[in-house]
């Protein structure tokens, strides 16, 4: 099932939309597009890879509608400062990543992307903050896979990201199985011992009114 993304809650910057680029990064401890590549890297192109897939084109319709530079809201900012330039890297590099991903609406999601890395590099270029850390900390996270858009890297090819037969959503007991195999290696690791001392380290008035009891 996918997400809703009708929410009004995703435009507002300080609030959710403010982490909205980095909630669409990050699943699981890893970074989406950096899944999806390495999935490719991997040929395997399964019904997960398409799921992803889905998932980041459909944020990226949203985002083709509805996303601009933060600043363009600065009414709306606490603080309006050049961080926020440099935090729509995020959107540059997931719409050039839909452009790659996408087997149609590729020119739109390209130009925009361009239009934001353009607005990046020109903006920046002539900031006196460039070289504040949170700035570059920021520049520097938005590599590898997600860099593509500073080296303008191409679509992929249809044969390269699509498999005959396979569906583009993985089916309810792709997701349950893959659900059970994640809370069986989770409780696998559980230490029943090993929780009640951090419990005890954590809360010693706790855990002596325990003991007494």
Same mark, same amino acid.
Request: one cysteine or more.
């Given at each position: 099932m996918m997400d809703s993304v009708t929410f009004q809650t995703m435009l507002r910057p300080q609030g959710f939309w403010q982490h909205f680029p980095n909630a669409l990064r990050v699943c699981g401890g890893e970074v989406r597009v950096a899944f999806l590549y390495t999935k490719r890297e991997m040929h395997e192109l399964d019904a997960d890879f398409h799921y992803a897939r889905s998932s980041l084109l459909r944020y990226a319709n949203w985002m083709l509608i509805h996303v601009a530079p933060y600043l363009e809201s600065y009414d709306k900012l606490e603080y309006p400062n050049d961080t926020w330039v440099a935090q729509d890297t995020r959107k540059a590099a997931l719409l050039h990543a839909a452009y790659r991903y996408s087997l149609d609406n590729r020119e739109a999601f390209l130009a925009k !992307?361009?239009?934001?890395?353009?607005?990046?590099?020109? #903006?920046?270029e002539t900031s006196d903050t460039l070289h504040y850390t949170c700035i570059q900390a920021i520049l520097l996270q938005n590599h590898g896979p997600l860099g593509s858009v500073w080296t303008e890297q191409p679509a992929y090819t249809y044969d390269s990201i +699509?498999?005959?037969?396979? /569906?583009e959503t993985s089916t309810a007991w792709s997701h349950t199985r893959g659900c059970a195999v994640a809370w069986w290696?989770? =409780?696998?690791? =559980?230490?029943? #011992?090993?929780? !009640?001392? +951090?419990?005890?380290?954590?809360?010693? /008035? !706790? !855990?002596?009114?325990?003991h007494n009891w």
């Open positions: !992307a361009i239009y934001f890395r353009n607005y990046i590099v020109d #903006t920046l +699509s498999v005959p037969g396979i /569906q290696r989770c =409780l696998c690791m =559980l230490s029943v #011992t090993r929780e !009640a001392a +951090s419990l005890r380290h954590r809360f010693p /008035q !706790a !855990a002596r009114e325990v």
